[in-house]
T-cell receptor
Framework: AQKVTQAQTEISVVEKEDVTLDCVYE???????LFWYKQPPSGELVFLIR??????QNEISGRYSWNFQKSTSSFNFTITASQVVDSAVYFC?????????????FGSGTRLLVRP | DGGITQSPKYLFRKEGQNVTLSCEQN?????MYWYRQDPGQGLRLIYY???????QKGDIAEGYSVSREKKESFPLTVTSAQKNPTAFYLC??????????FGEGSWLTVV
């Protein structure tokens, strides 16, 4: 069975601090996809990144970076120099390949509060 | 602009009524999905459709129904059989590169 665990329910930091959101996944698929989404208070889910299981390269996009490690089944998300606008709920999600119709399995989310 | 449009944003349902949530996309995506989110929780899959005129149940399909008569449209009906329908509903579609994008969501409240 597939499962995504976000153990951090809520994180509070002061602006300009770095913060890492943890994500651990379980799957038996050899091909899978990992995602991070941001959900601001307005409710919509904003796509941040997708990684394929065969590509373990870490990625950096501005203040955001992602660390994908298959050996530990983790896909952690780091925000550098956090800002108040980063306050939101962040979801990690896992999608299997064609055999599972690419359905997304979500973690329970981590609420990030960035204080001025 | 290309994207996924959900309507209405807010909907109130009386006990025993069926309501339909609209989802339209102009991204030319084949696959579409409906998810439900309860307060403080993650998302759960209700129904999905890989192609026109075909759809499958997700993890919590009871009390819901869908249709997929057009590629662009994937409406969700919340029937009176759904005993606890108050939730946030999100529609999504999948790109050819297997990235899943979401609409802005619809809030449904039973009154």
């Amino acid at each position: 069975a597939q499962k995504v665990t976000q153990a951090q329910t809520e994180i509070s930091v002061v602006e300009k601090e770095d913060v890492t959101l943890d994500c651990v996944y379980e799957t038996r698929d050899t091909t899978y996809y990992l995602f991070w989404y941001k959900q601001p208070p307005s409710g919509e889910l904003v796509f941040l990144i997708r990684r394929n299981s065969f590509d373990e390269q870490n990625e950096i996009s501005g203040r955001y970076s992602w660390n994908f490690q298959k050996s530990t089944s983790s896909f952690n998300f780091t925000i550098t120099a956090s800002q108040v606008v980063d306050s939101a709920v962040y979801f990690c999600a896992l999608s299997g390949g064609v055999d599972s119709s690419y359905k997304l399995i979500f973690g329970s989310g981590t609420r990030l509060l960035v204080r001025p | 602009d290309g994207g996924i449009t959900q309507s209405p944003k807010y909907l109130f349902r009386k006990e025993g009524q069926n309501v339909t949530l609209s989802c339209e996309q102009n991204l030319n995506h084949d696959a579409m999905y409906w998810y439900r989110q309860d307060p403080g929780q993650g998302l759960r899959l209700i129904y999905y459709s890989q192609i026109v005129n075909d759809f499958q149940k997700g993890d919590i399909a009871e009390g819901y129904s869908v249709s997929r008569e057009k590629k662009e449209s994937f409406p969700l009906t919340v029937t009176s059989a759904q005993k606890n329908p108050t939730a946030f509903y999100l529609c999504a579609s999948r790109s050819s590169g297997n990235t899943i994008y979401f609409g802005e969501g619809s809030w449904l409240t039973v009154v």
